[in-house]
Nanobody
Framework: QVQLVESGGGLVQAGGSLRLSCAAS????????MGWYRQAPGQQRELVARITSLGYTDYADSVKGRFTISRDNNKNTVYLQMNSLKPEDTAVYYC??????????WGQGTQVTVSS
């Protein structure tokens, strides 16, 4: 089992920045892909960014150049640095982990609100 604890969400004005963190605990030796998804009201959950254990990254087109995903394997933590935030980035952001056995875990979600 893997437990995920997210932090760093909040309210920010357009153009501002936030940094999300997600710390994994439990059976963490097999963490493979770590990432962030988001879900806005009335919308489907969508991939924001993900990073493999070797550091390969993948971003949604809507956040490329503004968001940066990183991870600290020693701390079993994944980060999402969000810059130049826009009102359309407003959503609940969820941490997501896929183990090497392809088991998927989700965090509880953290609200990000960007005011115009």
């Amino acid at each position: 089992q893997v437990q995920l604890v997210e932090s760093g969400g909040g309210l920010v004005q357009a153009g501002g920045s936030l940094r999300l963190s997600c710390a994994a605990s439990g059976t963490t030796f097999s963490l493979n892909i770590m990432g962030w998804y988001r879900q806005a009201p009335g919308q489907q959950r969508e991939l924001v960014a993900r990073i493999t254990s070797l550091g390969y990254t993948d971003y949604a087109d809507s956040v490329k150049g503004r968001f940066t995903i990183s991870r600290d394997n020693n701390k079993n933590t994944v980060y999402l640095q969000m810059n130049s935030l826009k009102p359309e980035d407003t959503a609940v952001y969820y941490c997501n982990v896929r183990t090497s056995q392809s088991v998927i875990y989700w965090g509880q979600g953290t609200q990000v609100t960007v005011s115009s």
